[in-house]
């Protein structure tokens, strides 16, 4: 179940500074490691995530890692969550992501019920930006569901993209049926984990309730278990159903679908109209004061001592030394063209 990511104080075990980053606050913690509230040296807020040292032991997870990382520094759009910087082969390895406050899509549709037919639509636009940006990146998303789309003070984003390369995502309700039969992830997944995040976005449930995990994979890969589409609005049933097409070649490609969604919510102006209401419903707390709490004497002088020191108060590009250029190339993905990870 999605829920919204809550700041949590430090403990004593906890580092006060990974890399060039500050801690702050615990963010939470997933199977691929620690995530934590951090800032540079300016200020700026990140997501670091301390990854699991266990799921980098072999050549071949670190190899598909950095090939991710390569990729995800090439991400600059505004609908799927920036990489900050990278190490690998620090101790601890680590990443850093733009920070992203604000509810979660699930904890939204928790809190407040489904989206209308049109929001949804909208929403549908907005991350298929998100795709389109990783996809042209040369990455996949693989991930993608409720609990990674959070609704910020710009918009709904994307976050955690690529990380599954290290482990299977918990979850399974938004895997495409080739990811669950272990073939190679593809462009056309992501396709289908977001018709599946908009059907519990516009319903309030997932494409197959009410099963126990198990059965629940079952069902995803066997064709002739139709998905519940009930409470989907009634214009948006046949785009969602195409989306999530157990044929990986009969779901739409991303410009495909984001054209016909974008028809659905009323064209391009509703979309943007429509954007500020989700930014307005989903973003409740612009100020932010209860992060700003757990750091009363703000950013403050980075780990090295000097707020202003050069080299690390900014994004910087793909960097050798920190990744050991040990990655694949990052060619833009096709629709049968990224091979599964293996450990």
Request: glycine share 10%; no cysteine; net charge negative.
């Amino acid at each position: 179940m999605a829920e919204e990511m809550v700041a949590e104080p430090l403990l004593p075990s906890d580092p006060e500074a990974v890399g060039r980053y500050r801690l702050d606050a615990r963010l939470g913690v997933g199977g691929t490691g620690r995530v934590y509230l951090a800032r540079s040296a300016s200020g700026r807020r990140v997501a670091l995530r301390v990854l699991n040292q266990a799921l980098l032991s072999s050549d071949n997870a670190r190899w598909r890692l950095a090939g991710e990382v390569r990729a995800l520094y090439r991400v600059t759009g505004p609908r799927a969550a920036r990489l900050d910087n990278a190490d690998l082969h620090g101790d601890p390895p680590w990443l850093a992501t733009e920070y992203v406050p604000g509810r979660t899509l699930g904890e939204h549709v928790l809190r407040e019920g489904p989206l209308d037919g049109p929001l949804t639509a909208a929403l549908g636009v907005m991350l298929a930006d998100a795709l389109s940006e990783l996809h042209e990146a040369g990455s996949l998303h693989r991930d993608l569901k409720p609990r990674n789309i959070i609704l910020g003070p710009d918009g709904p984003k994307a976050v955690d993209a690529g990380l599954a390369v290290l482990a299977e995502p918990f979850g399974p309700a938004y895997r495409a049926p080739e990811q669950v039969a272990g073939r190679d992830d593809t462009t056309a997944a992501d396709v289908y984990a977001l018709g599946a995040t908009l059907v519990y976005a516009a319903s309030g449930h997932i494409l197959y309730p009410d099963r126990a995990a198990s059965s629940l994979l079952a069902a995803i890969v066997d064709p002739y278990k139709p998905p519940n589409l009930s409470g989907v609005p009634e214009e948006l049933v046949k785009a969602l159903a195409a989306m999530i097409a157990a044929d990986p070649d009969a779901r739409p490609s991303v410009d495909d679908l984001r054209r016909r969604l974008v028809r659905l919510a009323g064209g391009q102006e509703a979309v943007d109209d429509l954007t500020l209401r989700l930014v307005e419903e989903g973003y409740p707390d612009p100020d932010d004061r209860e992060l700003d709490d757990l750091d009363p004497d703000g950013a403050g002088p980075g780990p090295d001592g000097d707020a202003d020191a050069a080299g690390y108060d900014e994004p910087v590009p793909f960097d050798s030394e920190t990744t050991r250029d040990i990655g694949p190339p990052v060619d833009p993905p096709s629709r049968h063209s990224i091979p599964r990870a293996t450990t």
